[in-house]
């Protein structure tokens, strides 16, 4: 089934099956820790660098569209001080 199946046909199948709370927890964890990291690279001052390591992360990653706009939120709450 996995062979066949996209990933993302996985991963709705896993949320519909609801999230046990420590999975919920670690996932919270990580999408902190992605976040600091945007936030610290967005302090070196550089907002296009920043930015484009948000995306380089994201898609290497494959991490989901929100954590992404989370990070990139981190980037601009940053520079905006």
């Not at 989370?70 to 940053?78: G, I, N, R, S």
């Amino acid at each position: 089934w996995q062979r066949r199946s996209s990933k993302a046909a996985f991963a709705r199948e896993w949320v519909a099956q609801g999230l046990r709370p420590e999975c919920v927890a670690e996932a919270e964890e990580k999408r902190r820790r992605w976040q600091n990291q945007a936030a610290v690279l967005a302090a070196s001052g550089d907002l296009s660098a920043a930015k484009a390591a948000v995306k380089a992360k994201a898609q290497k990653m494959q991490i989901s569209m929100c954590a992404e706009a989370k990070m990139m939120e981190a980037v601009e709450e940053t520079l905006d001080g």
